[in-house]
């Protein structure tokens, strides 16, 4: 069975920092290109950052780029999201996402992705 478990949320103050980590398992993950994704209250989903299957390769989207840093452990099927500065708008649900793909991709649409986790809460406010 395939799973996604994240962690590491929390509520933080502006300019602080978190780490987010999401344990995979039931599926091949260093073959996988792996995701964050977020959704914040009333909005869709809005693309983070992504990586390669062998973590060589990465994109950030502009809000987030300089800020937060996206890498994997494939030992421990694992995939991290260091966040640092954190900002009012950067209060959304996470989620990690897998795509059996070679290629980083861009773009968020559900069905690009070949499974999600259940997501973790970030909430950045004094």
């Known amino acids: 069975q395939v799973q996604l478990v994240e962690s590491g949320g929390g509520l933080v103050q502006p300019g602080g920092s978190l780490r987010l980590s999401c344990a995979a398992s039931g599926f091949t993950f260093s073959w996988y290109g792996m995701y964050w994704h977020r959704q914040a209250p009333g909005k869709g989903l809005e693309y983070v950052s992504g990586?390669?299957?062998?973590?060589?390769?990465?994109y950030y989207a502009e809000a987030v780029k300089g800020r937060f840093t996206i890498s994997r452990d494939n030992a421990k099927k694992t995939l991290y999201l260091q966040m640092n500065s954190l900002k009012s708008e950067d209060t959304a649900v996470y989620y990690c996402?897998?795509?059996?793909?070679?290629?980083?991709?861009?773009?968020?649409?559900?069905?690009?992705?070949?499974?999600w986790g259940q997501g973790t809460q970030v909430t950045v406010s004094s």
């Open positions: 990586i390669n299957p062998d973590g060589t390769s990465t």
């Open positions: 996402a897998s795509r059996d793909d070679p290629a980083v991709l861009t773009t968020v649409q559900r069905d690009e992705y070949d499974y």
